[in-house]
């Protein structure tokens, strides 16, 4: 029997969940996708990739991915998450997006985010007050919304779970498994997608990579998103006034 069949079978009597992923043009692909096969497999989950529209929406990987519901179709939600990217500070100044934000957690059991999707849960004024990770290099950041800064992988505040840059979707993802079907379930997802990290480079964060390229990093960041920090910042002087 296959592993989804068996998830299937164990899971039969679960309570339903659904789960939505905000969707805006320019997020990082695998801060949604690889949570969202980790969720996908808690067992009678519905999943909707939401956006404003149902048109395609262009990943900063440079292909789409295709919504399954706008923002009027799903109004409320068990599980909210929201991805990061570099779309991220454009979609801060969408009010649409923000307001749905705000709409669908306001009644949503579990309100998350992956790398730096906690940038635009702050910008809706959904982590004031909270413990939030976000990617190490936007993570000093979340203190402009009145939020608390954590360098960990995966941060629980309450209802609010976040996790830090991209992969760390996967570590979220699994921990949130394990706090809503418990600890065995999770092994038993992780053991099915074969998570087992053994990275070929000790250079995944700043404190362990060369000086060298963490400056690469910072200055391909600062040509994609040119005065990115400063947008950043002028967005959460305005929301903080208001």
Same mark, same amino acid.
């Given at each position: 029997?296959?592993?989804?069949?068996?998830?299937? #079978?164990?899971?039969?009597?679960?309570?339903?969940?659904?789960?939505?992923?905000?969707?805006?043009?320019?997020?990082?692909?695998?801060?949604?996708?690889?949570?969202?096969? %980790?969720?996908?497999?808690?067992?009678?989950?519905?999943?909707?990739?939401?956006?404003?529209?149902?048109?395609?929406?262009?990943?900063?990987?440079?292909? @789409? /991915?295709? &919504?399954?519901?706008?923002?009027?179709?799903?109004?409320?939600?068990?599980?909210?998450?929201?991805?990061?990217?570099?779309?991220?500070?454009?979609?801060? #100044?969408?009010?649409?997006? !923000?307001?749905?934000?705000?709409?669908?957690?306001? +009644?949503?059991?579990?309100?998350?985010? %992956?790398?730096?999707?906690?940038?635009? /849960?702050?910008?809706?004024? /959904?982590?004031?007050?909270?413990?939030?990770?976000?990617?190490?290099?936007?993570?000093?950041?979340?203190?402009?919304?009145?939020?608390?800064?954590?360098?960990?992988?995966?941060?629980?505040?309450?209802?609010?779970?976040?996790?830090?840059? %991209?992969?760390?979707?996967?570590?979220?993802?699994?921990?949130? +498994? @394990?706090?809503?079907?418990?600890?065995?379930?999770?092994?038993?997802?992780? !053991?099915? /997608?074969?998570?087992?990290?053994?990275? &070929?480079?000790?250079?995944?964060?700043? #404190?362990?990579?060369?000086?060298?390229?963490?400056?690469?990093?910072?200055?391909?960041? #600062?040509?994609?998103?040119?005065?990115?920090?400063?947008?950043?910042?002028?967005?959460?002087?305005?929301? +903080?006034?208001?």
């Amino acid at each position: 029997m296959g592993s989804c069949a068996v998830l299937e #079978e164990t899971l039969s009597e679960v309570a339903p969940l659904h789960i939505a992923f905000l969707l805006y043009p320019n997020l990082t692909q695998l801060d949604l996708t690889g949570p969202a096969q %980790v969720l996908s497999r808690l067992g009678d989950v519905k999943l909707d990739l939401v956006a404003k529209t149902r048109d395609p929406v262009l990943t900063d990987a440079q292909f @789409a /991915l295709l &919504p399954t519901a706008a923002f009027a179709q799903v109004p409320r939600t068990d599980i909210l998450c929201v991805p990061g990217g570099f779309g991220t500070v454009a979609a801060m #100044e969408d009010e649409t997006t !923000l307001a749905w934000l705000r709409q669908v957690a306001g +009644t949503a059991q579990w309100v998350t985010s %992956v790398c730096t999707g906690a940038l635009l /849960l702050a910008a809706a004024g /959904l982590l004031t007050g909270y413990r939030a990770a976000c990617h190490w290099a936007s993570r000093d950041q979340l203190a402009w919304f009145g939020a608390e800064p954590v360098a960990e992988r995966v941060v629980f505040d309450r209802n609010r779970v976040s996790g830090g840059g %991209v992969t760390a979707g996967i570590d979220f993802a699994l921990t949130l +498994t @394990a706090a809503i079907r418990g600890e065995e379930h999770a092994k038993f997802v992780q !053991l099915s /997608l074969e998570y087992d990290p053994a990275p &070929p480079f000790d250079s995944g964060s700043p #404190e362990r990579a060369d000086a060298e390229t963490v400056a690469r990093y910072r200055a391909m960041v #600062e040509k994609l998103a040119p005065g990115r920090a400063e947008k950043v910042r002028a967005i959460a002087e305005r929301a +903080t006034r208001g």
